[in-house]
């Protein structure tokens, strides 16, 4: 097989275990699937990025190997210390400060 065929085939599986997590979100109390929501969204997220990178041969291959290989993948994602937080307090700020400017620049507009 070619790497993009390995890589499409590795994608595919783990679709199909989002697909299967999907199906058991669906099962739940609402507020059960509100528990379960961030790891939802970080397994789409780890989706998105095989949509968009190619691992190597081996590294898709190795994934592969497993039977839960997008669950494998969230369990180290949740064990990684991240600036995901800060990223986040950066943009609400960046978005305050634009408000602020904005507001600013329409009362020197108004004072004309």
């Known amino acids: 097989m070619t790497n993009a065929e390995i890589n499409t085939a590795l994608y595919q599986k783990m679709f199909a275990e989002q697909s299967q997590y999907r199906d058991q979100l669906r099962t739940m109390t609402p507020e059960e699937i509100l528990g379960q929501a961030y790891e939802f969204v970080c397994r789409e997220d ?34 990684w210390e991240t600036s995901h937080m800060d990223d986040v307090w950066s943009v609400v700020a960046a978005q305050a400060n634009e408000m602020i400017r904005a507001d600013f620049i329409a009362s020197r507009r108004e004072e004309r």
């Open 46 to 79: 780890i989706l998105l990025s095989l949509e968009y990178n190619d691992l190597s041969t081996k590294q898709a291959e190795a994934l592969l190997k497993s039977d839960t290989p997008l669950a494998d993948v969230f369990k180290k994602w949740e064990s």
